[in-house]
């Protein structure tokens, strides 16, 4: 089982950046697909960034595409989401989410359901 612990929201102006970061146990971080999922207020949560077990590959929403970039250090178990140019739409509660590693990944990596483990979440909030 993965543990996962997200750190690093907080209250910022539009246009500043934030650093998520999401800790997990050692145990089978560096064998997980890792993600980055948010859920503004009143909405459905969405995908925001994805990136695969070795770190080669990520993915990117569309709205979050050249502002946000996602990362990962296997040594040290811990997945990060860089945040630049936010703006008011990126208020959110954001959680990180593991997915059993599979070649199915790049076609699936959006998905809630291909995450078998959650953070609790942390919230970000951006005021114009």
């Known amino acids: 089982q993965v543990q996962l612990v997200e750190s690093g929201g907080g209250l910022v102006q539009a246009g500043a950046s934030l650093r998520l970061s999401c800790t997990a146990s050692?145990?089978?971080?560096?064998?997980?697909?890792m993600g980055w999922f948010r859920q503004p207020p009143g909405k459905e949560r969405e995908f925001v960034a994805g990136?695969?077990?070795?770190?080669?590959?990520?993915y990117y929403a569309d709205s979050v595409k050249g502002r946000f970039t996602i990362s990962r250090d296997n040594v040290e178990s811990t997945l990060y989401l860089q945040m630049d140019s936010l703006n008011v739409e990126d208020t959110a509660v954001y959680y990180c989410?593991?997915?059993?590693?599979?070649?199915?990944?790049?076609?699936?990596?959006?998905?809630?359901?291909?995450?078998?483990?959650w953070g609790q979440g942390t919230q970000v909030t951006v005021s114009s």
């Open positions: 989410a593991a997915a059993v590693r599979s070649p199915d990944y790049r076609n699936s990596y959006y998905l809630a359901g291909r995450y078998s483990y």
């Open positions: 050692r145990r089978t971080f560096s064998d997980s697909h």
């Open positions: 990136i695969n077990w070795i770190g080669t590959n990520t």
